[in-house]
């Protein structure tokens, strides 16, 4: 019997992930105390994600017998490898990251919900499923603790690092189609689900419009600390006046 979505087969990978996830997060969030030991468990994150996503193309370079599959396609593949190696190249909160994270973190929980690909081969542990299913899992986890930990803080003042980044992948998708082998690149000939109205340019002004939200609420949050902390600050400076005072009177 092929794996399906949603299948016992599906589901027992969510709930590990999951548990795992879970009690990484917890640990790390417990236990790392310094921005040194944190750099370090994200960068090691990412080489596990680079090595997964090369796993995987491979596995589908030989499934398909065709080398040019080495080439990442997908959105998924290429955020895959880019947000890797920008991580393990790059500095906390680097500017690529305000393209890339918005980008990798949908591509990965959508894949993670739904794997069109899990029935790929009656194994589940086929090369080409679960190696797919590994680099979406280790990029959605990777940029969801990449926020918890503000390794990288989404702000409307960046904003124009998404649509000049998702420009650069669509023109190196066409590149693809005129220039390679592949019949698909980027879902320009197809949407990302048969069917449905999830073509590319419907899923780029989604996800430009969603991570706008994402930042602006990432702001005002920001702000409303900020304005707290200062009206804290504020309000012990001003007891502090009163009690000297005090005892000047005295």
């Known amino acids: 019997m092929y794996p399906k979505i949603f299948g016992w087969q599906h589901l027992t990978y969510l709930a590990i992930f999951i548990i795992l996830a879970v009690v990484g997060t917890y640990f790390i969030l417990g236990f790392v105390k310094n921005e040194k030991t944190l750099t370090i468990v994200i960068k090691s994150i990412a080489l596990a994600l680079l090595l997964a996503v090369i796993w995987n193309r491979i596995s589908i370079c030989i499934d398909k017998n065709n080398w040019i599959q080495l080439i990442p396609n997908t959105f998924c593949g290429l955020s895959s490898f880019l947000l890797s190696i920008s ?10 990251f305000h393209f890339i994270c918005y980008l990798g973190f949908i591509g990965g929980l959508v ?21 797919g299913l590994l680099h979406h899992t280790i990029i959605f986890y990777l940029i969801a603790l990449m926020f918890i ?34 019949t698909s690149a ?30 602006f609420i990432f702001d005002y949050v920001k702000h409303r600390k900020e304005k707290i902390a200062n009206t804290n600050k504020q309000d012990v400076l001003t007891t502090n006046d009163n009690d000297e005072n005090i005892i000047e009177e005295k």
């Open 149 to 182: 930990t503000h390794y990288f803080v989404p702000t409307l003042k960046k904003w124009y690092y998404l649509p000049l980044g998702l420009c650069c992948v669509m023109t190196y998708g066409l590149f693809l189609l005129s220039a390679t082998s592949h």
């Open 111 to 131: 894949t993670l919900i739904y794997p069109d690909f899990i029935g790929q081969d009656q194994s589940f542990l086929y090369p080409a499923t679960i190696s």
């Open 87 to 96: 991580v393990l190249v790059g500095k906390k909160d680097c500017g690529f």
């Open 186 to 215: 980027m879902n320009i000939t197809s949407p990302l689900l048969e069917g449905t109205i999830l073509t590319w340019w419907f899923t780029g002004l989604l996800l430009v419009a969603l991570s706008l939200v994402t930042m």
